[in-house]
C-alpha cells in the first residue's frame, strides 16, 4: 500500500456524512445514528450463540461459535492451555458492495477518488 496508512473513519464522520445527506442537523443525525448503532450491538450482544442481521443492499452482519481448542499453545512458553469455545462476528458485504470491491484495484482506487470528489462537490 505504498506505505501510507488507510484513511481511517470514525462515527462522527458517519454523523456528518448522515447530515450532509439528510439536510439534517449534526445533531438531530448523531441521535439517529447513535440509536442505529446502539441496536446493532445490542442485538449482536443478544447472540445465544449464533445471530444474522442482514440489512439489504448493505451486507450480513453474523456471529457465530467458535470450537474450543483442548491442545493450544502459547507461543511465547511453548505451554499447552485450553481455549474454551466463544463467539465471533463476521461481516458479509451485498453484491453492491461486494462488486465494488472485486473490482481491480487501479479501477477501485479511481472509482473511489472519483465517488470521494463527487461527494465533496
Known amino acids: 500500500m ?9 462515527k462522527r ?7 450532509l ?15 442505529v448503532f446502539t441496536a446493532v450491538r445490542e ?3 443478544s447472540a445465544n450463540p449464533e445471530l444474522r442481521i442482514e440489512i439489504r443492499d448493505f451486507g450480513v452482519f453474523e456471529v457465530k461459535p467458535t470450537k474450543s481448542k ?19 462476528s463476521h461481516f ?4 453492491l458492495l461486494k462488486s465494488f470491491l472485486s473490482q481491480p ?3 477501485g482506487i479511481e472509482a473511489a477518488a472519483r465517488t470521494r470528489n463527487a461527494s465533496n462537490n
Open 43 to 45: 442485538i449482536m450482544m
Open 13 to 19: 464522520d458517519i454523523i456528518r456524512k448522515v447530515a
Open 2 to 10: 505504498n506505505g501510507r496508512r488507510a484513511r481511517t473513519y470514525t
Open 70 to 88: 483442548p491442545k493450544a499453545r502459547n507461543p511465547k512458553s511453548g505451554e499447552v492451555i485450553f481455549v474454551p469455545s466463544r463467539r465471533k
Open 21 to 35: 445527506e439528510s439536510g439534517e442537523r449534526v445533531n438531530a443525525s448523531a441521535k439517529w445514528t447513535e440509536r
Open 92 to 95: 458479509k458485504p451485498g453484491k
Open 105 to 107: 484495484l487501479e479501477d
